[in-house]
């Protein structure tokens, strides 16, 4: 157990729908990044928050948005659904907002769109 | 932006060993190395943060070669429990915080 937690840890939805998805990072850890893996894809970068603020962006797609609460948790929002969109999104957190720490990944939120 | 890492796929023998590259078209300031099973979470494995580092975890151990902006991740007598996809991770002072993942190596270990 990472620590991280996601929810749900499935979903799925028709194409045109929105979706949250929420992260839990690991006590103590200000920093959250959020990756999207297609099947047997890589994981790609899509943004990272540290202590509220966002720190770094990725290849996030302007439909989808996210924001870091005060209690550190993290959403992502998924708005106006493709079938592309189907892939699981995994969160992550440190403890540094740069890249000079470890990285715990939570298990991931299966999307399904249909 | 994203490293590519080689070979794309591998597969050995218990007892074999295994060497996975790294390479990033730009500056590295640290290398992350992760190891993931198929449908499961990514599994931190180790992090290099100077160049020339080198670090071990039991039979797997990693170098960074900063100016050659190069990882390699080394598995010595591979074991049924290595299988599975590794990623390098990379942060460069370029990017800012932009944490990259490598392009994946699947690795096989049969008896």
């Excluded at chain 2, 640290?30 to 670090?55: C, D, N, T």
């Amino acid at each position: 157990d990472s620590g991280v937690t996601q929810t749900p840890k499935h979903l799925i939805t028709a194409t045109g729908q929105r979706v949250t998805l929420r992260c839990s990072p690991r006590s103590g850890d200000l920093s959250v990044y959020w990756y999207q893996q297609s099947l047997d894809q890589g994981l790609q970068f899509l943004i990272q928050y540290y202590n509220g603020e966002e720190r770094a962006k990725g290849n996030i797609l302007e439909r989808f948005s996210a924001q870091q609460f005060p209690d550190l948790h993290s959403e992502l929002n998924l708005s106006s659904l493709e079938l592309g969109d189907s892939a699981l999104y995994f969160c992550a957190s440190s403890a540094s907002p740069g890249t000079g720490s470890e990285a715990f990944f939570g298990q991931g939120t299966r999307l399904t769109v249909v | 932006q994203q490293p590519v890492q080689s070979p794309q796929a591998v597969i050995l023998r218990e007892g074999e060993d295994a060497v996975i590259n790294c390479s990033s078209s730009k500056a590295l300031y640290s290398v992350h190395w992760y190891r993931q099973k198929h449908g499961e979470a990514p599994v931190f494995l180790m992090i290099l943060l100077k160049g020339g580092e080198q670090k071990g975890h039991e039979k797997i151990s990693a170098s960074f070669n900063e100016k050659k902006q190069q990882s390699s991740l080394y598995l010595t007598a591979s074991q049924l429990s290595y299988s599975g996809t590794y990623f390098c991770g990379t942060g460069s002072p370029n990017t800012g915080n932009q944490f990259y993942f490598g392009t994946g190596t699947s690795l096989t270990v049969i008896p």
